[in-house]
């Protein structure tokens, strides 16, 4: 049961009481999750003594399990059943025992007072794009580039061929080249050539990455000419990509090009409804709910850096030298800004709508999350932790709502997404867990 304790402005206090039913069902499930998985000499799977498995985990693990698992369930009903959307919190939890009630209390600030303007009479102008038999024979063309097939010849190379390259020095190597799509300086250099010839490119002072190359040659020697071979648009053609005919060929594929037409324009709609929001809302954003989205937006890029293997010192040192660090930090900014701006629109429009997502909706979503994740939703929940949980329901709420403002524009009535769409979406909202610790 939640309990408002006081709100003032944007700060906001609440207490939340567990029964003890529930504190003692929590302990039974993390009982059970460690008899199953915890490993004791001498004794068969689920048949150690509590006191023995408790001496393998630690003293005090089973305590924080079970407190974890009630944070995690009970904070994020205790935020809906307050109707409170949370921009930041500090949870305090009790001590928890069996056989007793477990309290924990909640200190945080909610969402900026946000007005939105009139958006009924909105007329959503973003189309899907048309698919034309012009569309689908290009399509077709490019289906067919794609699985050609190259044989080698005895002549100079010319437009459309795979020319294979040995680069000479200490670092060469030997790769195909297609011309058809390689650089202008590479095709210059290359045509007209034939198998044996040694050729210099040359190549322009160009910026791949963050860096700077300056012009230089390669030298290279062509090894092998390979004339391309396109196959006739035929239901032989077909066949090789497990299409009973041609004709089925082009019903499937213009189906599949009119799913992604749909999809780009309700994307587009999507996003013509949000800037409409955002353009057009009164609001006055608290410079802590700036930071923090900067802030866990600089972590993102920090753990992208790391997972490529580079330092943020590094990149930051190399950036300062380019002259560029102003202007990553100062788009860093405009980045977040227009970030919380989307998130304190949709939040609004939600709120206007009446919109709510059942805890059936919700636990739904969850175990499909989970699943695609190849998680259970006890380990995702343990992952997102209380705010993270939080987070999520927010983003489904969010969604919701959004789909709901599209239907009437557009006039259609249109059934509720199912799980696995709302879920879909909802995920491209969502925050990760560090993000949410500093912000839901």
Known sequence: MAELISREGNKVEF???????????????VWTALSRDVRVPGFRPGKAPRKVIEGRVGKGYVENEVRDRLLQVHYPQAA??????????????QDVASGQDFTFSV???????????DWSGLKLEAASPEITDEVLDRTLSDLQERNATFESVDRATEASDQVTIEE??????????YLDVAEQHVRDALLGKNK???VEISVPAHQHGD???????VTVKITEVKTKQLQALDDEFA???NFDSLERLRADLKTELERRAQQEGDNARREELVNHLTENMQVEIPQALLQNRRDAMMAEIRDDLGRQGVKWGEYEAFMKEQGKLDDFMADLGKNAETRVKRDLALEKLAEDLKVQVSDAEFNQTMVMLAQSNGMTPQQLSSQLGPNGIQSYYTSLVREKGLQMALAQLTGENKPQQDGAEQNEEAQAEAVTTEEAKSEE
């Not at 200190?107 to 303007?117: A, D, N």
Request: proline fraction near 8%.
């Open 168 to 177: 000479q020095g200490e670092e060469g190597g030997t790769y195909p080249i």
């Open 80 to 93: 809906r059943e307050l109707k409170l959307s949370l921009v930041d919190a500090t949870i305090d939890p």
């Open 239 to 241: 066949k090789s990509l």
């Open 107 to 117: 200190k945080g600030e909610t969402y900026p007072e946000v007005t939105l303007g």
């Open 211 to 217: 860096h700077e190359h300056p012009a230089h040659s």
């Open 196 to 198: 044996g010839d040694t």
């Open 15 to 29: 207490k939340v009481a567990v029964p003890a039913a529930e504190v003692n069902r929590a302990y039974e499930q």
